[in-house]
């Protein structure tokens, strides 16, 4: 059973993490479509600390011995899924860097190319 301090403990904590995603995604520090998995995180956490009930009924099912434990097991794997997804996100966003790396080098071999054209055009005139 968790203590009233740890309950107490876990909703502050909670509600202020709820309330740097609203005050990151407001700001425009953070978009809508990376924050979800973290406000989904952030409910799942108040969801378990308004009703502890919940987690005592999973780690019971899951053969955790603390329902402590079982917070933090949630908490591990929300934080394992995030990693994930910015992970993902990373690979992506480093493969279109890549991309646009090489476009920008071509065209601007190309553009030499031309001004040397331009040039040598000028220079016969």
């Not at 005050?23 to 009703?51: D, T, V």
């Not at 646009?100 to 071999?109: D, G, I, P, R, Y």
């Amino acid at each position: 059973m968790m203590t009233n301090l740890f309950k107490g403990i876990l909703l502050v904590g909670v509600l202020i993490y709820l309330l740097i995603i609203i005050y990151l995604m407001k700001k425009g520090r953070m978009s809508l479509k990376y924050s979800l998995m973290w406000f989904f995180s952030g409910l799942m956490l108040l969801i378990c600390a308004l009703f502890p009930r919940i987690i005592g009924f999973f780690t019971d099912l899951l053969g955790i011995y603390s329902e402590t434990n079982g917070i933090f097991f949630v908490g591990v794997c929300f934080i394992l899924l995030i990693i994930l997804s910015l992970t993902s996100i990373a690979s992506g966003l480093s493969e279109r860097i890549r991309t646009l790396v090489q476009t920008q080098a071509m065209l601007e071999k190309r553009v030499r190319e031309l001004e040397e054209k331009l040039e040598n055009k000028n220079d016969e005139i």
